[in-house]
């Protein structure tokens, strides 16, 4: 069975900065593009980024833009999260995804991002 | 951006009877439309995409139509494990994809 599994996610001071990580097993992790969705409590889903299967495309939501940054390891089938320069507005869990077709077909169980002072 | 609104917000249904809810596109998204499923404590979980494909797995119960800038997702006939807020998705050719504030389905 496909298995994404989220970590890094922590209580952080705004300006602060954080790594999430997302190892994924039983899964042609390399042959799809990953993405990474969050949801703040109480909200519906927003996606933030996504990469290509090489990393050598990534696309970002315009409010994470120069913030946050999405890569990927495909020898170690693990996608990553770097954010910087948190704002209590990045509150949320943060959900590792695989895209099909751009449907986002598989989610991990999430990790809490909580920013705040 | 394009904007994803859903309606209604809430919706109260008898077991077997319909349910249905809508979303629409503030621009045309051909076709490029998933609705997922979110439980409590639970990541979403793909149910339709392309608009109208079943996911691998989702009961036949579950069926989605509409293309452009209007959709609906149709629950033929509401089972108690339907309970659920569900969410639509747009996926157009061009990055960020956008999703719809929910739907919450509950018994009536």
């Known amino acids: 069975e496909v298995q994404l599994v989220e970590s890094g996610g922590a209580l952080v001071q705004p300006g602060g900065s954080l790594r999430l990580s997302c190892a994924a097993s039983?899964?042609?992790?390399?042959?799809?593009?990953m993405s990474w969705v969050r949801q703040a409590p109480g909200r519906g889903p927003e996606w933030v980024a996504n990469i290509k299967q090489d990393g050598a495309e990534k696309h970002y939501v315009g409010s994470v833009k120069g913030r946050f940054t999405i890569s990927r390891d495909n020898a170690k089938n693990s996608l990553y999260l770097q954010m910087d320069s948190l704002r209590v507005e990045d509150t949320a869990v943060y959900y590792c995804?695989?895209?099909?077709?751009?449907?986002?077909?598989?989610w991990g169980q999430g990790t809490l991002v909580t920013v705040s002072s | 951006d394009i904007v994803m609104t859903q309606s209604p917000d809430f919706l109260a249904v008898s077991l077997g009877e319909r349910a249905t809810i809508n979303c629409k596109s503030s621009q045309s998204v051909s076709h490029n439309l998933a609705w997922y499923q979110q439980k409590p404590g639970q990541p979403p979980k793909l149910l339709i995409y392309w608009a109208s494909t079943r996911e691998f797995g989702v009961p036949d119960r579950f069926s989605g139509s509409g293309s452009g800038t209007d959709f609906t997702l149709t629950i033929s006939s509401l089972q108690a494990e339907d309970v659920a807020i569900y969410y639509c998705q747009q996926y157009t050719s061009d990055p960020p994809w956008t999703f719809g504030q929910g739907t919450k389905v509950e018994i009536k």
């Open positions: 039983r899964l042609i992790f390399s042959g799809y593009w």
């Open positions: 995804t695989r895209e099909r077709s751009r449907a986002l077909d598989y």
